[in-house]
């Protein structure tokens, strides 16, 4: 049965994907958000890069958004500390029911005036919950709140308040429950928990993976010119995210430590944290801001001349920097947990290992694709194949105006 509603999903998306099914247009949408999608700090700046990969593809999309932008800072204060200092729980604004409705019911508002739209775009269940158009609305995300509060250790009901707990189902019900609201979820994993839980119909679902947070597509010639500085020296493992614990980072300590016990020099590069402690082939470098030219020439050089990005995650939705690393051709190792086999294909570009994989069994692979070079290359190119055809930010606007169109 599982097998049957994962073909129905992946039909689906390859019908999306198909750039000549429908004939394309120039569309005028509306991103829809109770917070402000331009911000590129919110969401690591995926709602900013949806906006701005649209307008690039020729369609209008105007923002609503930023709805009681005083009111909700300070009501999210008051409530973040009560639960903090007196119960000892997080709060998390997004699955406030009342304050959710409050902000749509501002945005909503804002809408009336919005003439002449073809269709909402908006980011999250809560979002979606209330908001009142007779539009088509393409609800984007990467997780329920189910797999959420499942998967992610500072989110589990344990640490939640109750009351946030039950609201963030009772929103992804009414947002999943609405007929205008289409899912376009970024993988299998997500879209298959959306039928299960809210019994939504597949072929009301559309899956399509994130495109990265990248200003613009690396040139052919920069990632050659990286693929030729590899396999030249230490192995380079390349790591990129803030949460070093839930992302992995121990245990990539652990497989950079297995390779140099097996006799293959390995350096680990960490970009996003700093953790302590670390030993000597660990190197550091923090938080990186794209918008820096220098930081981002930092991470558009590690990306280029690093030999594998690693991010065996504990939990993971999907994993942006994934497809960020395909960008420069750059082979991937992860667990294969949440949505990340949506973007890393196992044994094509990238290896995929369950949650009870050794540090060994990552660095038997690591050391025979480094040290077999022209599998390494095969590995390498077939990486930025993938990307070009499928995981770019031209693919993403292609796709999703195709999903978009379908249901005009």
């Known amino acids: 049965m599982k097998q049957s509603r994962q073909a129905a999903l992946q039909d689906r998306t390859e019908e999306a994907q198909d750039a000549e099914l429908i004939p394309s247009r120039p569309l005028s949408l509306v991103f829809f958000d109770l917070l402000d999608p331009l911000d590129k700090t919110y969401w690591a700046g995926t709602s900013a890069h949806i906006i701005q990969t649209l307008r690039s593809a020729g369609h209008k999309v105007d923002v609503v958004g930023s709805h009681l932008r005083l009111p909700r800072r300070i009501i999210k204060w008051l409530w973040y500390h009560y639960y903090l200092w007196f119960r000892r729980r997080y709060y998390h604004a997004d699955r406030d029911i009342s304050l959710t409705w409050i902000c749509t019911q501002a945005g909503n508002l804002k809408l009336l005036f919005r003439k002449n739209v073809d269709a909402v775009i908006t980011s999250a269940p809560p979002f979606t919950a209330y908001l ?243 599998r390494y290359t095969a590995l390498a190119h077939a990486a930025r194949a993938d990307y070009k055809a499928r995981l770019s930010s031209e693919a993403y606007a292609r796709n999703l105006t195709n999903i978009i169109l379908a249901r005009l």
């Open 132 to 374: 009142n158009t007779s539009r088509p609305i393409f609800l984007i995300h990467d997780a329920t709140w189910g797999q959420v509060i499942e998967s992610y250790p500072h989110l589990s009901p344990a640490r939640q308040a109750k009351r946030i707990v039950d609201g963030g189902f009772k929103l992804d019900r009414k947002a999943f429950g609405h007929s205008n609201v289409y899912p376009v979820m970024a993988s299998e994993w997500a879209a298959d928990r959306v039928m299960r839980d809210y019994g939504v119909p597949r072929d009301k679902i559309a899956i399509l993976p994130f495109a990265p947070n990248l200003p613009g597509d690396p040139p052919d010639d920069i990632v050659e010119a990286g693929l030729k500085l590899r396999g030249t020296g230490a192995c380079k493992l390349l790591f990129v995210g803030r949460d070093w614990v839930r992302k992995g980072g121990p245990l990539a300590v652990d497989i950079a430590a297995a390779l140099n016990a097996r006799g293959l020099p390995a350096e680990l590069h960490v970009i996003g944290c700093r953790p302590i402690d670390m030993p000597s082939f660990v190197h550091s470098y923090g938080m990186v801001s794209k918008d820096n030219p220098s930081e981002m020439q930092l991470l558009q050089r590690m990306y280029a001349e690093s030999d594998f990005f690693i991010m065996p995650s504990q939990a993971e939705a999907q994993g942006i920097v994934f497809i960020e690393g395909a960008a420069y051709g750059l082979p991937a190792v992860a667990t294969d947990v949440g949505g990340i086999s949506a973007v890393v294909k196992n044994g094509v570009w990238g290896l995929l290992l369950p949650l009870t994989a050794t540090a060994d069994d990552y660095a038997a692979w690591l050391q025979q694709a480094y040290l077999d070079r022209e």
